[in-house]
Nanobody, 124 residues
Framework: QVQLVESGGGLVQAGGSLRLSCAASGRTFSNYVMGWFRQAPGKEREFVSAISRSGTNINYVDSVKGRFTISRDNAKNTVYLHANSLKPEDTAVYYC?????????????????WGQGTQVTVSS
């Protein structure tokens, strides 16, 4: 089992920044691909970003490219999502996920474990 706990969400004005963190425990963190997903009210869950075990392979959804940066610290068992130039349409609950065998980093079904989520609200 892997336990994931997100933090760092909050209320921010458009153009502002947040750093989301996801702390993992329970298994060897470096064995897992880590992803960030989000779900806005009334919408389906959406892939945001993912990072490979070593950090060398990174994906972003087009809507956040150039604004968000994913990173991981395997020594601290933590994955981060630096969200800059936030827009009201970024408002959602953000979830981190861990997968041991991930064929498609953008697919939520490929991940084994999920956190409880952290709310990000961007005001205009």
């Amino acid at each position: 089992q892997v336990q994931l706990v997100e933090s760092g969400g909050g209320l921010v004005q458009a153009g502002g920044s947040l750093r989301l963190s996801c702390a993992a425990s329970g298994r060897t963190f470096s064995n897992y691909v880590m992803g960030w997903f989000r779900q806005a009210p009334g919408k389906e869950r959406e892939f945001v970003s993912a990072i490979s075990r070593s950090g060398t392979n990174i994906n972003y959804v087009d809507s956040v490219k150039g604004r968000f940066t994913i990173s991981r610290d395997n020594a601290k068992n933590t994955v981060y999502l630096h969200a800059n130039s936030l827009k009201p349409e970024d408002t959602a609950v953000y979830y981190c996920a861990a997968g041991s065998v991930v064929s498609r980093m953008t697919s939520g079904g490929a991940y084994d474990y999920w956190g409880q989520g952290t709310q990000v609200t961007v005001s205009s």
